[in-house]
């Protein structure tokens, strides 16, 4: 494996660890726990999400890097390739809602196919399809409520198989939509267009990831002193839902600093069988998502006695040395299923599936 490859792939390992704990919390956990470890376990919400879809636009970015080398034919033909794994996995997100409502893979496909578009063109339009998406977004946070919809006690969306609820779901008030969640993949197209092999390149992506994340938790400690509105304060502080502008620039600052980091040690580890068998599990996680999501949800509930619709109740409230616990296990037997499968295949299982359909 190469070194840029292996980096790349480590930041997705974390990526997938940090959503085991989101998601485990989420329906397990008590989301008031105001204990150290519970907090703790909050700290992966939205990062882990946000450096997923960064890692998404990257590996979009590197699978077209040769762009002095392509034809035209060449750039019609891996578009089209990148729109197909975009309906696949907008199909698969889809049935898969029917499980998990708080899927992501459906909005995956909406990312992929816009990015499709951009794609070849020059790495500065990335940047302002970024900047465009979260300026859409905030603009329509004053022309819709952003509760409508929701139910925020249970966190179900009353009307999402309806199709004027599915277009705001998906473009603006879901778990994770287009507006402004593809500005994730517009930076992690420019980003993969970088040459990670230079040590600048790695000090410029850090020190601006800093930059941005310091610049707004500077400005949340500022506020905490100051006698701000409830809006304000709540504009300022907000978490995941809505994705206002603090959000954003906090968790992309914390996913450059990330990558960047996991790119830098994968220059000393690249050789290492461990960094080799945590690069194999970061290269299915498409795999490692549904089987979190279904067989790791399911054996939690039987841990508890219940089964899956009973746990979906929200009234679990398991402690969270127990969810960290159960997420490091589970991410550990990842790991051995990545090693064991990657020694007779290169891909992951639900990988394998959505090249053979779209490749």
Known sequence: MKKRIIGFDLARAYAIFGMFIVNFNMVFGNHDDSSLLGKFLVLFSGHSSTVFVILAGMGVALMTNRLQE?????????????????????????????WWPADILHLYGG??????????????????????????????????????????????????????????????????????????????????????????????????????????????????????STETREFIYADYIPPVLPFLLNTIGFGMMLITGFMLISQYISEKSWA???????????????????????????FQGKNYSEVMDGKNMLEPLYILLYSVGFFILSLYFSKIWGKKFKQGPLEMLMRKITD
């Not at 080799?276 to 996680?285: E, F, H, N, S, V």
Request: net charge positive; with cysteine; glycine share 6%.
């Open 70 to 98: 392509y034809t035209r034919e060449d750039r019609k033909r891996l578009r089209y390739t990148i729109l197909k794994r975009a309906a696949f996995l907008f199909i698969f997100g889809m049935l898969f809602c029917l």
């Open 111 to 228: 990312y992929m196919s816009i990015g499709a578009l951009l794609v070849f063109m020059d790495k500065k339009y990335y940047l302002i399809a970024a900047a465009i998406v979260m300026v859409i977004f905030h603009l329509l946070l004053l022309v819709i409520p952003f509760e409508t919809g929701w139910d925020l006690v249970t966190l179900e969306y009353s009307d999402f198989w309806t199709i004027s609820g599915f277009i705001r779901n998906t473009f603006y008030n879901g778990w994770n939509p287009i507006f402004p969640w593809f500005a994730y993949f517009a930076i992690g197209l420019y980003l993969g267009r970088l040459d990670w092999n230079l040590k600048q390149t790695q000090k410029k992506v850090f020190i601006t990831g800093l930059i941005l994340y310091l610049l707004v938790e500077g400005v949340r400690y500022g506020s905490s002193l100051m006698n701000l």
């Open 276 to 302: 080799i068998d945590l690069a194999r599990t970061g290269q299915m996680t498409l795999t490692h998502y549904v089987s979190h999501l279904s067989i790791g949800l399911i054996v939690l509930a039987l």
